[in-house]
């Protein structure tokens, strides 16, 4: 008879993968609870056994050469059913059993097994033992093997837990890396337009200039004036972002309309760089979101777009005529590595094409770009080649 699936069972199969121990090389600890199990209760077969989606995998194992065995044909399937020990005294007097020919054909008649029990709830395997002889196991050796299928699960929650501190470690030395460069790259954004008002403030102190080199110094100090105030503006957002602060002012918004504000406001920066700016959004694209901060969106996207676009390539703007309300914005720039691609929306991140550039910024922008569409519970997708450009969308709700 074949075994009924755990209740559980799509959670215990999780718990089971998470161990990652499954096909693993065989380990001195498993091998001595299986040698133990087979000792205790006298018995010629000892296994520790891991009960996958379709097939019962042997840890450790005495007195067989079986690696696996087919899940619903042998004994663990049905002790993975409880939390219980599972005695099988005669195969041949079991209903579940008896006419099962992968078991005649072992010529297993006895069977004893505990679950390997996870986090208290799931039974990812057993502790069993064996024999081609009928038996009964003592009190004492049923309470063994209790013991046995404990410290099995205590071995298999080691493990989870060493990966587990592992990958925490490997975080926290990433989170300390990030900061380094954060501070470094922070400081350096602050400290260049700081330096430049500063230097043009002293020139204009000591120096008796004419109006029109005063103005133009006066414009320089200006647009560096303007460029703390973006910065300082993206760290608050940041902070929002951080602690899950953004407000939004919804209401009925033209996502088009918006491409053709942002893409005037950010024509003279492309034409600056011979980039082509083309606006192919040429319907009205309906929406509900806070024009300001989806503004925002489109400024960062086009900003970067026509960073890391050389001269003469082109970037577009356009809407899919049906489904919810979408831009894409695509380029024909240096694109985005495999490497780099993962992390792109983590904060503080700059990709290497960035550095190579000196393209200015402490890396928050496609960030702060995706904090504000999923707050519009919207979605932004990005496909990207070395050398053959970026495509970025934007989706929200209709």
Request: include cysteine.
């Amino acid at each position: 008879m074949r075994a009924s699936l755990p209740p559980n069972e799509p959670a215990r199969l999780a718990a089971l993968y998470d161990t990652q121990v499954l096909d693993t090389a065989p380990e001195e600890d498993f091998d001595d609870i299986a040698l133990l199990a087979s000792q205790i209760c006298g018995t010629p077969m000892g296994l520790v056994t891991l009960v996958d989606q379709d097939r019962q995998w042997f840890k450790a194992k005495v007195g067989t050469e079986l690696e696996a065995v087919p899940r619903d044909l042998f004994f663990c399937a049905h002790t993975i059913t409880s939390h219980d020990v599972l005695e099988v005294p005669d195969s041949k007097d079991d209903l579940r059993f008896a006419d099962n020919p992968a078991v005649n054909a072992q010529g297993i008649r006895f069977y004893a097994g505990a679950p390997v029990v996870l986090d208290g709830a799931y039974a990812v395997g057993t502790v069993c033992v064996v024999d081609q002889e009928p038996r009964v196991l003592t009190a004492l050796q049923r309470r063994a093997l209790r013991s046995l299928a404990r410290h099995a699960s205590v071995q298999l929650e080691l493990r989870r837990y060493a990966r587990h501190a592992a990958e925490i470690a490997d975080r926290v030395r990433q989170v300390d890396r990030m900061k380094d460069s954060f501070l470094a790259t922070v400081s350096h954004e602050l400290r260049t337009p700081l330096s430049t008002i500063r230097g043009y403030l002293e020139m204009l102190l000591e120096d008796d200039f004419d109006a029109e080199t005063s103005r133009r110094f006066l414009s320089v100090m200006s647009r560096n004036s303007d460029r703390l105030l973006r910065l300082i503006d993206e760290l608050l957002m940041v902070a929002k972002m951080t602690e899950d602060r953004m407000q939004l002012d919804l209401a009925e918004v033209d996502l088009a309309d918006l491409a053709h504000q942002s893409i005037a406001a950010c024509r003279p920066l492309a034409e600056h760089r011979g980039v082509k700016l083309r606006d192919r959004t040429e319907r009205p694209v309906p929406a509900r979101g806070d024009a300001k901060r989806l503004a925002q969106v489109l400024n960062h996207l086009l900003v970067n777009a026509i960073k890391f676009t050389h001269p003469d390539g082109e970037i577009t703007v356009y809407s899919t005529a049906e489904g919810e309300p979408d831009l894409t914005i695509t380029d024909t720039g240096v694109g985005i590595s495999a490497e780099d691609l993962p992390h792109v929306f983590d904060r503080f991140y700059r990709c290497a094409a960035a550095e190579l550039m000196a393209v200015q910024g402490p890396g928050l922008g496609l960030a702060i770009v995706k904090s504000i569409i999923e707050a519009h519970h919207g979605s932004v997708h990005l496909e990207s080649e070395p050398g053959e450009g970026t495509s970025v969308r934007l989706t929200l709700p209709r």
